[in-house]
């Protein structure tokens, strides 16, 4: 299992006390999903949503804010632009010019983000034979 918890404040639905959300993202035998939770220290009102993913992106921006992004970069031999392509609309769909567009940012710059989404993408890459280098945040 390989998750990520991020916080984010906003207000009880019972009785407007701040609370402080716990955002957890995780890949659970390859399954991913986000869950959302708070317990009010005011009232003891508690809730708790979640779901498979894709994660709402306030989700992603909690984790984000608590967590330095994971970085994935090519490296070596990439093989065919087409296996990147495929990998790419693959995971994040879209149309080929957004995938081609992913591919070249990818290989000039690497990319960003989640450990969760990263992990993801290294999966993917390694399944299609195109070598990648990854690295997490300190602490990770």
């Known amino acids: 299992m390989i998750f990520q918890v991020g916080t984010l404040q906003s207000t009880c639905d019972k009785c407007g006390a701040t609370v402080t959300f716990t955002a957890t993202e995780a890949l659970i035998y ?6 959302l939770e708070y317990a009010c220290s005011s009232c003891g009102n508690a809730q708790h949503t979640g779901g498979p993913a894709p994660l709402p992106q306030y989700i992603r921006d909690a984790i984000l804010a ?3 992004p994971s970085r994935i970069s090519l490296s070596g031999e990439t093989g065919s632009g087409a296996v990147l392509l495929k990998v790419l609309r693959s995971l994040n769909g879209g149309s080929i010019a957004e995938a081609k567009a992913a591919a070249e940012e990818m290989r000039e710059n ?8 990263i992990t993801i993408l290294k999966k993917a ?4 034979g195109v070598d990648s280098i990854v690295s997490h945040s300190e602490g990770d």
Do not use: F, I, Q, Y
Not at 30 to 35: A, I, N, S
Not at 125 to 128: E, F, S, T, V, W
């Open 30 to 35: 390859d399954r991913h999903r986000w869950d």
């Open 125 to 128: 890459l390694d399944a299609a």
């Open 110 to 117: 690497g990319r960003g983000g989640t450990k969760v989404e």
């Open 66 to 68: 608590s967590n330095p």
